[in-house]
């Protein structure tokens, strides 16, 4: 049974970083496409970014495209979103998500294309 657990979630000033990590268990980052999705009040939930499983490569959202990285740790079977220079529109609840092996790259930002999902953590971004 694959679980995803997110953390680092919390308060934070527009312009600053904040740190966010899922950690897996019952599988390995390595072994799927991981993703972070976000979804505010009143808002659909919309992708941010995805690193692959194998030789990772990463997508990013138009929106947090040169503000936020995704990266994996597979000694410690975690993969991260660094967030910098968040705007009070990054405000959100943030998830993550997991599909065993690949998803085409096209694919990417679809909500269904991912099989596990973490419960998600807010961020709030002040103003």
């Known amino acids: 049974q694959v679980q995803l657990l997110e953390s680092g979630g919390g308060l934070v000033q527009a312009g600053g970083p904040l740190r966010l990590t899922c950690a897996v268990s019952?599988?390995?980052?390595?072994?799927?496409?991981m993703g972070w999705f976000r979804q505010s009040p009143g808002k659909e939930r919309e992708f941010v970014a995805s690193?692959?499983?194998?030789?990772?490569?990463?997508y990013y959202a138009d929106s947090v495209k040169g503000r936020f990285t995704t990266s994996r740790d597979s000694a410690k079977s975690m993969v991260y979103l660094q967030m910098n220079s968040l705007k009070p529109d990054d405000t959100a609840v943030y998830y993550c998500?997991?599909?065993?092996?690949?998803?085409?790259?096209?694919?990417?930002?679809?909500?269904?294309?991912?099989?596990?999902w973490g419960q998600g953590t807010q961020v709030t971004v002040s103003s």
């Open positions: 019952g599988s390995h980052v390595t072994l799927m496409t």
């Open positions: 998500a997991a599909k065993p092996g690949g998803i085409l790259p096209e694919n990417m930002g679809l909500e269904p294309e991912y099989r596990y």
């Open positions: 690193i692959t499983y194998g030789t990772p490569t990463t």
